[in-house]
């Protein structure tokens, strides 16, 4: 069994600063791209950032120059450090990790709430 597991999330101030983590464990063999998206109530889950084993980013305009996405490949876990959060950062955060060479496999976590309000 896999497991994916998401912490960090909370509630902040708009201007502050979240970090949210993602482990994976279980049985997951050659994890390949990780990645954060988010669900805000009444909208379609949408892409945040992502990042491959070497390192490669990816952002969403929305959050580019704003949040950072980082990985340990020793630990199978994945960050998003969230910084000048606005009232439209709020949603579900959802960690997503590809793993597998020959057969491709795809694991979300249960995702974690983000709130951004004074």
């Known amino acids: 069994q896999v497991q994916v597991a998401e912490s960090g999330g909370g509630l902040v101030q708009p201007g502050g600063s979240l970090r949210l983590s993602c482990a994976a464990s279980?049985?997951?063999?050659?994890?390949?791209?990780m990645g954060w998206y988010r669900q805000a109530p009444g909208k379609q889950r949408e892409l945040v950032a992502t990042?491959?084993?070497?390192?490669?980013?990816n952002y969403a305009d929305s959050v580019k120059g704003r949040f950072t996405i980082s990985r340990d490949n020793a630990k199978n876990t994945v960050y998003l450090q969230m910084n000048s959060l606005k009232s439209e950062d709020t949603a579900v955060y959802y960690c997503k990790v590809n793993s597998g060479s020959i057969t491709l496999r795809t694991y979300w976590g249960q995702g974690t709430q983000g709130t951004v309000s004074s």
């Open positions: 279980g049985s997951i063999f050659s994890i390949n791209a």
């Open positions: 990042i491959t084993r070497g390192g490669g980013a």
